[in-house]
């Protein structure tokens, strides 16, 4: 493959897994909808976002085919719809809540309606929302430009409070831009959901480090409240003898490489190690990056995978092969990666996950060929948080908060996203992040 890729190509090659509908494919969908759920009781599907979006209302809009109301709907509580509707966990969500479900017939698409309706407003550059507040004149400081930030900048904006967003990339989105695979969202639509932001009243200071307590100090001072929205760290740190060879990745930057327009060639044969979620999504972009034999080892069973089930299935009939009960020893080769050297696993006594611990095999070790290995194993926890705001405590890397108003133990911070769950999903970013935008509203006024 090329190192390089045009447009049409990359298309061809991260073919989406949601493609947009059609606005005839949009009505017939919407259709469907059974309009469950009322005054007394919502909608499954409702019940089901948490981010609260009215999802039975917004589809019977778009039955209505009133796309308008729809997006706005869809934005009244959750400002990143057009994003949250590519990469939310629906099979798992309001999808898998979805009535028809349970009757044995499939769900109504509600993310592909979503994006229909958001995208439809975004391309006629509608505002997010109307601002009915007076300016309060108060600051608020965000800092990290991935999904809580955004949410929590907005949402903030719209209640009429000044509000600066800092990060060090040089576009917004953060994990969504850069760390999930391309198959579910590239660019598009973040370029166009920050313009709307801005014109909601939010700034950007992008290409902006904050990686020192100075820094953080500075933005403090001539803010009234601070919100972080850092993220994870880097990948785990967890070290084999041989990764230094070519071919040997971790899987954050092995996503940014592909959502580059140097995507890296990988060969025929792929390993790739871990068992969340992130594992899945770079053995499958594997697979359309031309590899002819891909496999995800992982060291428990499948019954113990922290992936979606519906994602490990999908991986399955695409052709992942899946060696469970394994872990890597080393990486082999001489100039450039040729194998993982592996070694069988047993499961002993639960470990503190709750999970049974995995234990080698003695004398099992066996070899996989493999021109790439991508090890996605987890990202570390932000530890180094502690020594940047006084009085911030953190358990286990994560910023410890009120879980029902962000707030940290320093009175002047607040914080969201992945940087307290560790590791969630977007639109749970954006629940967290609506919440803390309420507590702070609240503290300012």
């Known amino acids: 493959m090329a190192a390089t ?39 499954p599907c409702t019940v089901a976002c948490p981010a609260d979006v009215d999802v039975a209302g917004f589809v019977s809009a778009i039955a209505a085919g009133d796309a308008a109301r729809a997006a706005d709907t869809i934005f009244a509580e959750n400002l990143l719809g057009a994003s949250c509707a590519r990469v939310c966990p629906v099979e798992v969500l309001c999808e898998g809540a979805c009535v028809l479900r349970h009757e ?4 109504i698409q509600i993310a592909a309606l979503q994006r229909y309706a958001a995208d439809w407003s975004l391309a006629r550059e509608r505002p997010l929302r109307r601002r009915g507040e007076s300016p309060t004149g108060r600051h608020v400081a965000v800092i990290g430009a991935g999904p809580a930030g955004l949410a929590c900048a907005g949402e903030l904006a719209a209640r ?52 020192d307590r100075a820094a953080l100090d500075a933005i403090a001072a001539g803010a009234d409240a601070v919100f972080l929205a850092v993220g994870m760290g880097a990948d785990a ?7 230094t060879l070519p071919g040997v990745w971790d899987s954050l930057p092995f996503i940014e490489a592909l959502k580059s327009d140097e995507p890296p060639a990988v060969g025929r044969s792929v390993v790739v190690i871990g068992g969340g979620n992130t594992a899945i999504d770079v053995a499958r972009e594997a697979l359309r990056l031309g590899a002819r034999d891909v496999t995800l080892v992982y060291r428990r069973t499948v019954e113990e995978m922290p992936a979606y089930p519906h994602e490990i299935e999908e991986a399955e009939e695409e052709g992942v092969h899946f060696q ?47 021109e790439t290995a991508v090890k996605a194993i987890g990202q570390r926890g932000r530890d180094e948080l502690a020594e940047l705001v006084e009085g911030l405590r953190l358990s286990r890397g994560r910023v410890e908060v009120d879980p029902a108003t962000g707030r ?9 996203g992945d940087a307290v769950n560790g590791g969630s999903s977007a639109v749970e970013a954006v629940r967290e992040a609506k919440l803390a935008a309420r507590a702070i509203d609240e503290a300012l006024r």
């Open 5 to 43: 890729l045009e447009e049409t190509e990359r298309e061809s090659v991260f073919e989406e897994l949601r493609p947009p509908l059609t606005v005839q494919e949009a009505l017939v969908e919407a259709d469907r909808c059974l309009e469950c759920g009322g005054v007394h009781a919502p909608a």
């Open 104 to 107: 044995g017939r499939e769900p």
């Open 160 to 211: 009429g409070h000044e509000v600066t967003v800092y990060d060090e990339r040089e576009e917004v989105g953060g994990l969504v831009r850069y760390a999930i695979a391309p198959y579910r969202i590239q660019r598009h639509p973040l370029p166009a959901e920050a313009v709307a932001l801005e014109e909601l009243g939010v700034a950007f200071r992008l290409g902006h480090p904050v990686r």
């Open 237 to 243: 740190d967890v070290r084999y003898p041989g990764e």
């Open 324 to 370: 469970w009960l394994a872990a890597p020893v080393r990486f082999l080769g001489h100039g450039h990666l040729v194998a993982v050297e592996c070694q069988t696993m047993a499961l002993g006594e639960p470990d503190e996950s709750g999970r049974r611990r995995p234990e080698p095999a003695p004398g099992s070790e066996f070899v996989i060929p493999a």
């Open 408 to 416: 940290t133990a320093n009175p002047k911070f607040f914080a969201g």
